[in-house]
């Protein structure tokens, strides 16, 4: 299948976009292609709730979102990857699940495959609330099936072991 990764940290190369990479390479082992989308440097604005994608869609912001559109709709699987800020994902993590409303709305919106991977500075608990926002949200509502959970801890601290989240991330890409 082909799996659309969404890192949504705004910092390249850091633990995130690590995860995302060992994720990806772990799902090549079984044959899946993937795309891996950064926010990073990304022009992504919020929803305006201006309704276009209610007239003639899919939407009226001309950001880096537009070419989000087409990948999301090809990937057989989404992936959301995201730092923690203020227990939370990160705000542009957000815009971009805000805008997918445009697809929902135009009746573009298939059900996919998905997992996240949720990166926090402090210890696991600090992603309950995107795990919750995940399993509520993602799963409960808009019924995409839940391939895996990676909550990646401590990211700050000295006992971080990265090459061993690496190594789970890895693991969770060739369970697929
Ligand atoms: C604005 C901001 C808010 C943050 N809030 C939290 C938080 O609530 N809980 C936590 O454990 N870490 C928090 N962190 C730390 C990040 O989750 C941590 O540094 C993580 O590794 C960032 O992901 P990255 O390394 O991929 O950039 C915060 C960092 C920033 C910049």
Known sequence: MHILVIDGSPRPGKNTDMMC????????????TATKFRVAG???????????????????????????????EKADMIVLASPIYFWHITAQMKAVIDRMYALY???RFKAKKTAG???SGG??????????FYNN???????WEDCGVLRVAR??????????????????????
């Open 137 to 143: 949200v993602i799963i409960k509502r808009l019924h």
């Open 21 to 32: 990479d060992a994720f990806i390479a772990g799902a090549a082992t079984k044959g899946h």
């Open 105 to 107: 709305v135009a009746g």
């Open 117 to 119: 991977i949720f990166v």
């Open 155 to 176: 990211t700050g601290r000295d006992d971080y072991d990265l090459e061993a989240y690496k190594q789970k991330a890895f693991d969770l890409g060739a369970s697929l």
């Open 42 to 72: 990304k022009k992504l604005n919020g929803c305006i709730h201006c309704m276009q994608c209610y007239k003639n869609g899919p939407c009226s912001q001309k950001d880096d979102m537009i070419p989000l559109y087409d990948e999301i």
């Open 123 to 132: 210890d696991a608990d600090c992603s309950d609330e995107a795990v919750s």
